[in-house]
């Protein structure tokens, strides 16, 4: 079956432009999470949804970044005004339900110049 | 503490040996376990969930301890496609259902 898809793969934005980055989850998966992994590190968790519940925001790194769950399908991370340091590669995430374990996106690679 | 440690290594191990990767976490109410692994510039995928009697799959064998809050992975035999990253992967326990990651273990197998 299909799995987690991101679009785009690749984007490349001035500094100050928006960019919306989009996850279709796994059909019938209730929990979606975004995570931001820099060059060389570890998962920076961002936000995660979990059916109707309130979204965890909690790991969103400013005002700047903003996440929308569509019922339990496409959700669509938004960084405002991109800063140099927003350049990472932005991993989606789904699963069954909860505790039930992630299986990710192949990623969109964001480079801000 | 932190919610989910990992030595981050680098292991560099020979091929054919053994080796294991412990976890820790600080939620003794945490419920379910998991290992990833990440290959470079790619993204983590599923290696094995983690029971509560421990559970071996072909030469991958993970265990939990939950009086000392970890959890472990043994590789044996060693093969040079297991060089990776080997992140674990804890919930926070009952009503906070939420997955987290632990920073990883690069691992690199020497022919």
């Known amino acids: 079956g299909a799995g987690v898809s991101q679009s785009p793969s690749n984007k490349v934005t001035e500094k100050g432009k928006d960019v919306e980055l989009r996850c279709d989850p796994i059909?019938?998966?209730?929990?979606l999470y975004w995570y931001r992994q820099r060059l060389g590190q570890g998962l920076e968790f961002l936000i995660y949804f979990q059916g109707n519940s309130a979204p965890d925001k909690s790991g969103l790194p400013s005002d700047r970044f903003s996440a929308e769950r569509t019922g339990e399908s496409v959700s669509t991370l938004t960084i405002q005004r991109t800063q140099q340091e927003d350049s990472a590669v932005y991993l989606c995430a789904s699963s069954l339900g909860r505790s039930d374990p992630l299986f990710f996106g192949p990623g969109t690679r964001l480079t801000v110049l | 503490r932190k919610e989910v440690e990992q030595d981050p290594g680098p292991f560099n191990v020979p091929e054919g040996a053994t080796v294991a990767f412990n976890c820790t976490y600080s939620?003794?109410?945490?419920?379910?376990f998991f290992w990833y692994r990440q290959d470079c510039r790619k993204e983590p995928k599923l290696l094995m969930s983690?029971?509560?009697s421990g559970n071996e799959d072909g030469r991958f064998t993970a265990q939990l301890n939950r009086a000392s809050q970890y959890i472990s992975l043994l590789i044996r035999d060693s093969k040079l496609s297991d060089s990776a990253t080997y992140l674990c992967v804890v919930n926070m326990g009952f009503g906070n259902e939420k997955l987290t990651f632990g920073t990883g273990t690069r691992l690199t197998i020497i022919p």
């Open positions: 059909s019938g998966h209730t929990a």
């Open positions: 983690v029971y509560s």
């Open positions: 939620n003794s109410a945490s419920q379910s």
